[in-house]
């Protein structure tokens, strides 16, 4: 079992920045899919930004040009670079990996982002 572990949550103001981290208890190595998703109350989790082990790159429409994805395999750690928050960002955000033989999705415990005055 992987296990995933998010980190940087937390409050910010409107237009401000967080930087989330998750870290990996095992090498990820081969294919795989490494994302982050988010989810507000009252709504369904939704898709914030993914990546293949090729380094293709995906993010949901309502955060394109604000977050960015990106990996430290060395470190088995993948990060999300949020800019320009908006109070709609708040959720909790999630650490997704898709991986292995067959293919299984893991996910971190969460961690809350909270924009806000």
């Known amino acids: 079992q992987v296990q995933l572990v998010e980190s940087g949550g937390g409050l910010v103001q409107p237009g401000g920045s967080l930087r989330l981290s998750c870290a990996a208890s095992a090498s990820i190595f081969g294919n795989n899919i490494r994302a982050w998703y988010r989810q507000a109350p009252g709504k369904e989790r939704e898709l914030v930004a993914a990546?293949?082990?090729?380094?293709?790159?995906n993010y949901g429409d309502s955060v394109k040009g604000r977050f960015t994805i990106s990996r430290d395999n060395a470190n088995n750690k993948v990060y999300l670079e949020m800019n320009s928050l908006k109070p709609e960002d708040t959720a909790v955000y999630y650490c997704?990996?898709?991986?292995?033989?067959?293919?299984?999705?893991?996910w971190g415990q969460g961690t809350q982002v909270t924009v806000s005055l």
């Open positions: 997704n990996l898709n991986y292995g033989y067959p293919p299984r999705q893991y």
């Open positions: 990546m293949t082990s090729t380094g293709s790159t």
